[in-house]
């Protein structure tokens, strides 16, 4: 029996990728009478006859995009045109978070920025609190890829397909302008495929911003700001929630400017959102 990774499905051909090649084949139709679904990212077993017989138990899976056994989420962020929508970023990292994969930022259209204090303030915030944080200025960011499977996600338009092609380019990925009537990108990645980079695979994903955090509770979107988790110890309550509580002490270093001010406030929007 042969073994490889589900890389790329189109209609009812699933290609396996090998130590060795890449083979192009069919599921199994027990599968469907079991009513389990292969998905991009699967470790699976293949016949000599081009049929895939067994799906490896997952350790994480998404719906939207339809991956599973993701590492980590690369969170590509414009600096500009579109405008860096700190709400987004946090809000992907929410999602993120809460799927158990690690998040990692990378800003492009470094020169597009207006404003460089505040893109700076920003970028060392997220460092602070843990994150690893790349530009588009070079290609440092190839380091993270090895023996790893990554979702490249984030706004339309940031140039996620022109990262990737700027990490290698023999990918050659569809990109497209920007609307100058919305102000953002056209989505041009159709469907969900793995590229080799950095000795892994990265995918780039159509739809991953797109998801909202209605199946998200509130403790889970609380205890996803990892700047808040230490910092719960010293409020007057053990399951505070850091918005109507006295003497919280997130509420505290906000004041100060400890703690990014757009991060409390987008965290609150998203409390109301789930509470809607």
Not at 190 to 199: A, K
Not at 227 to 232: G, V
């Amino acid at each position: 029996m042969n073994k490889g990774r589900i890389v790329k499905i189109v209609s009812d051909d699933y290609t396996i990728a090998t130590a060795k090649e890449r083979i192009v084949c069919k599921a199994k139709g027990i599968f469907r009478l079991q009513k389990i679904t292969p998905m991009v990212g699967d470790l699976v077993e293949f016949s000599d006859e081009k049929v895939i017989n067994k799906i490896y138990p997952r350790k994480n899976q998404l719906q939207r995009p339809f991956v599973s056994n993701v590492d980590q989420v690369v969170i590509v962020m414009s600096t500009n045109h579109p405008k860096l929508s700190t709400y987004l970023l946090d809000k992907l990292i929410v999602i993120i978070e809460y799927n158990r994969i690690i998040p990692v930022i990378c800003f492009t259209k470094i020169d597009l920025l207006t404003n460089k204090t505040l893109f700076s303030n920003i970028k060392s915030y997220y460092k602070k609190i843990g994150y690893q944080v790349f530009t588009n200025e070079n290609n440092d960011i190839l380091k993270i890829f090895t023996n790893k499977i990554t979702v490249f996600a984030g706004q339309t338009g940031a140039g996620k397909s022109s990262l990737l092609n700027q990490l290698d380019k023999r990918l050659q990925i569809k990109t497209d302008e920007i609307s100058k009537a919305l102000g953002r990108g056209k989505h041009t990645t159709r469907h969900v495929e793995l590229y080799d980079l950095g000795g892994g695979f990265v995918a780039d994903t159509p739809g991953f911003s797109a998801l909202d955090l209605q199946a998200i509770s509130k403790e889970s979107i609380r205890d996803s700001f990892v700047e808040f988790k230490e910092l719960r110890q010293h409020c007057q309550y053990r399951n505070c929630f850091h918005i109507h509580e006295e003497d919280c002490q997130v509420k505290k270093e906000v004041a100060v400017g400890t703690i990014l001010k757009s991060r409390y406030q987008n965290y609150l929007k998203f409390c109301e959102e789930v509470l809607k």
